[in-house]
Nanobody
């Protein structure tokens, strides 16, 4: 089992920045990627960014240049730096860990609310 705890959400004005953190614990060896997802009210959850165990990063195309995913292996923590935030970025942001054996995001955090005011 892997436990994920997100932090760093909050209320920010449009144009501002936030950095989300996702601290992982438990069977870290069993995962090979951590992804940030978000779900806005009335919308489907979507993948925002992923970073693999070998450091490769993938982004939702429309977010490239504004969002950056990174990780600190020593702290088992993955970050999502969000700049130039827009009201449409308002959502609950979840981190999820992809399990090696299933290649699915089998472990999820509780989510952290990000609200961007105009």
């Amino acid at each position: 089992q892997v436990q994920l705890v997100e932090s760093g959400g909050g209320l920010v004005q449009a144009g501002g920045s936030l950095r989300l953190s996702c601290a992982a614990s438990g069977s870290i060896f069993s995962i090979n990627a951590v992804g940030w997802h978000r779900q806005a009210p009335g919308k489907q959850r979507e993948l925002v960014a992923v970073i693999s165990s070998d450091g490769n990063a993938f982004y939702k195309e429309s977010l490239k240049g504004r969002f950056t995913i990174s990780r600190d292996n020593a702290k088992n923590t993955t970050y999502l730096q969000m700049n130039s935030l827009k009201p449409e970025d308002t959502a609950v942001y979840y981190c999820a860990a992809r399990r090696r054996t299933t290649m699915r995001y089998d472990y999820w955090g509780q989510g952290t609310q990000v609200t961007v005011s105009s």
